[in-house]
């Protein structure tokens, strides 16, 4: 697949709005330091502070259970030194964060900015269109260095954020590093050297192997306990298998594009033969039998237990005490071989982590102090704090030293802790998430990733609310088919049937919107 490339018309909206946005300085943001347009507040577009006087800013954040308050945490304790920018974080819990969120909006009480909010493309859409979030592609374009070169190098960040109008109203956490932005496929090598199996190439060997693993007492305690693959509940298990059988995962669905045409494969022979595979596994005992019905804490259990032969995750987190016993797998090659890694996430990973609000007196401040940290001296600073306290260089990759690098400490001192910060994730800074073991899981992976990855698109809100309405009945129906076709509840006979429901929920009608949505994104 070629990267898109934007052409002239785009940069001119940018200008454009970046004229009209460089004149807007109305609201309510804090001015005590200096009266607004003096020399103390003219914004620096490069090097520190970003303002001679000091200006505070208000922002609404989500804290997840594991962090500590925003104000105690040495990145926004140091940068505040440096960019002369005092920041008022509103904490807001994970649990009720949405209310809150939502009542911000409908109360018209609005902070200067939203801190990794989790904005949807339908509240960015409607919150901008509302005249509540501005327009930030003027502001991009001249206060975003560090932002503006990521869209350059990866035009799809663009694409993901660019409304059908050309207006960007809320900027991602942005994931450069391939292995932070898919589950590895790890498979118990013990278990292959001890049953004298090798690694499996195709679906085919991955079957043998998983009969193998369920019947010749790998983990030799004399009794049939193997769990000879399992997965996170519902259908995961498709997600992961998907590329195997040629089907991708692009614009955030089941999608493939191919010479520009988008295909939702929900309906295709090649799901079906998806499909049949899985069923086979789950009538034989070779997939859990709990892969419908177990939660994810009981998951993660069995990734531990060292009883699992394949399972899928992004870390090794989980199965750390007994992680030699792991490798990472490349993606089986399907029956007609095709081995693509489907599931991966998209560069511009976390869609909304950033906003500005019509209130901000200081936008052009607000968009070269969030800039900062979309490069790795601002995403080491967020992610590790300070150098000889927190972290050491080791051949100039950050680590975190011994007592901050547990899962109780390293949450308080960072704000990219509990997900969804806005940030770039980068092979620099992801020593904590990127140990060599995954590194190297993640190898096998690397051939297989897509060139590009769309995010959802985005679209109006009149589209955005039919798109809703179509997924929700086709979405619903192809889980609980999907289920049963693997479970073996439901013949393969009745596929033509299965087929001709979604023509009815109009999966058809759906595919054009995204077709639309798609073309859209060329410039």
Same mark, same amino acid.
């Given at each position: ?32 330091? +200096?009266?607004?347009? %003096? ?102 374009? #001249? ?25 960007? $109203?809320?900027? @991602? ?42 019947? !010749? ?11 000879? /693959? ?27 594009? #191919?010479?520009?045409?988008? #295909?939702?494969? /929900? ?53 750390? @005490?007994? +992680?030699? !016993?792991?490798?990472?797998?490349? @993606? ?18 976390? =869609? ?10 200081? @936008?052009?401040?607000? /968009?070269?102090?969030?800039?900062? =940290? ?9 992610? =590790? ?40 994730? %980068?092979?620099?800074?992801?020593? $904590? ?15 297989? /990733? ?28 192809? #889980? ?37 949505? $798609? ?5």
């Amino acid at each position: 697949m070629v990267r898109k490339q934007w052409g002239k018309s785009a940069v001119s909206l940018m200008l454009i709005a970046g004229l009209v946005l460089g004149g807007c300085s109305s609201g309510s943001g804090s001015k005590e330091a +200096a009266p607004e347009g %003096s020399a103390a507040t003219e914004v620096k577009k490069e090097g520190f502070p970003i303002v001679e006087a000091p200006v505070q800013l208000k922002m609404f954040t989500r804290i997840a259970p594991v962090n500590g308050t925003f104000k105690e945490m040495p990145v926004f304790q140091d940068y505040e030194q440096m960019s002369n920018v005092k920041v008022e974080f509103i904490e807001a819990p994970t649990d009720g964060f949405q209310e809150k969120k939502n009542l911000l909006f409908a109360s018209n009480e609005l902070p200067d900015a939203l801190y990794r909010s989790s904005l949807s493309p339908l509240e960015a859409v409607r919150y901008g269109a509302g005249g509540q979030l501005i327009p930030l592609e003027g502001l991009i374009e #001249e206060y975003a260095p560090n932002l503006t070169q990521l869209m350059e190098e990866y035009p799809e960040i663009r694409a993901a954020i660019t409304t059908p109008e050309g207006h960007i $109203y809320a900027i @991602p956490g942005i994931v450069t590093l391939g292995s932070a932005r898919t589950d590895k496929k790890w498979i118990n090598t013990a278990w292959l050297e001890k049953l004298n199996l090798d690694m499996p190439e195709t679906t085919d060997e991955l079957y043998d192997v998983l009969v193998a693993f369920r019947d !010749q007492d790998p983990n030799g305690n004399g009794q049939k306990d193997e769990i000879p /693959m399992t997965a996170r509940l519902g259908l995961h298990i498709v997600t992961m298998m998907s590329g195997s059988f040629g089907l991708d995962q692009q614009l955030g669905y089941n999608i493939n594009i #191919e010479d520009d045409k988008v #295909e939702i494969w /929900m309906g295709s022979e090649r799901n079906k033969e998806m499909l049949m595979y899985l069923n086979k596994l789950y009538t034989e005992k070779l997939l859990d039998p709990e892969v419908f019905s177990h939660t994810e804490a009981q998951y993660l259990a069995k990734q531990g237990s060292g009883q699992t032969g394949v399972f899928f995750d992004q870390t090794n987190n989980n199965f750390l @005490p007994i +992680a030699d !016993q792991y490798e990472g797998m490349s @993606p089986p090659a399907g029956p007609h071989g095709d081995r693509m890694q489907a599931q991966a996430s998209p560069v511009p990973r976390d =869609f909304g982590a950033f906003a500005i609000t019509s209130v901000n007196n200081y @936008p052009e401040v607000t /968009m070269r102090w969030i800039d900062y =940290f979309y490069s790795d001296e601002g995403s080491t600073l967020l992610r =590790f704090g300070r150098e000889g306290e927190h972290y050491e260089l080791k051949d100039g990759i950050p680590y975190y030293k011994e007592a901050y690098s547990t899962s109780e400490t390293q949450p308080k001192i960072t704000p990219y802790a509990g997900g969804g910060a806005p940030h770039l994730i %980068s092979e620099q800074v992801a020593s $904590y998430i990127n140990p060599p073991q995954v590194q190297e899981a993640q190898k096998k992976l690397d051939p297989f /990733m897509p060139e590009v990855r769309y995010a959802a698109p985005m679209f109006d809100e009149q589209t955005a609310q039919q798109v809703n309405i179509l997924r929700n009945d086709i979405d619903k129906y192809y #889980e609980e088919q999907s289920t049963k076709f693997i479970a073996g509840a439901l013949s393969f006979d009745k596929w033509g049937e299965f087929q001709e429901t979604l023509k009815k929920m109009k999966i058809d009608e759906l595919q054009q919107l995204y077709q639309d949505a $798609y073309d859209k994104m060329e410039k």
